[in-house]
């Protein structure tokens, strides 16, 4: 299976980065299946003045799920919901699992998981107003040990 990385630069050799600001699954390597998603991540570098760069890795995916600890919501559900506040809070369990997968918040979703956050919404509501939306995926890996499962295969520099 691909996977896509969107960068301002060539990411030959993946590591965990633990982000500036706090992320859905906390800190780790990003990475989607789809990429679309990846290309819309490089359109924040452009005011920067930086490249858009979509690097593509091979994820041996049987091989992970055989040897690794994989946490995966297969939908924005309860559970995700409750991961997703806790990495943005700051209060996850980033090295409970070497990789996390599920689906991506993008901006629309962040608004929604804000008010869920500010009490505005319940646990029912917010996961309501969520499957309204199409939400891409994201695997996040979260260990060192995990990145052995995904070799870098190219890049692909998006627009001038």
Known sequence: MNLYHGSYMQVSEPKIITPARLLDFGTGFYTTTDKEQAVKFTNKFVSLGKSRIVNI???????????????????????????VVA????????????????????????EVIDNFELGD??????????????????I??????????????GMEQIGA
């Not at 994820?59 to 991961?83: C, G, M, P, Q, V």
């Not at 919404?121 to 994201?138: A, G, M, N």
């Not at 996040?140 to 295969?153: A, G, M, P, Q, R």
């Open 87 to 110: 990495n943005r809070s700051g209060t996850g369990k980033d090295k409970d699992f070497d990789i996390a997968i599920g689906p991506v918040a993008n901006d629309r979703v962040y």
């Open 57 to 83: 890795y091979e994820y041996n995916e049987t091989e992970a799920r055989n040897t690794l600890s994989i946490l995966e919501f297969k939908k924005a559900d309860t559970e995700w919901l409750r991961y």
């Open 140 to 153: 996040v890996f979260k260990t060192e040990k995990s990145l052995l499962y995904i070799k870098y295969i």
């Open 121 to 138: 919404y319940s646990e029912e509501e917010t996961i309501r107003r969520l499957l309204t939306f199409r939400l891409t995926d994201q």
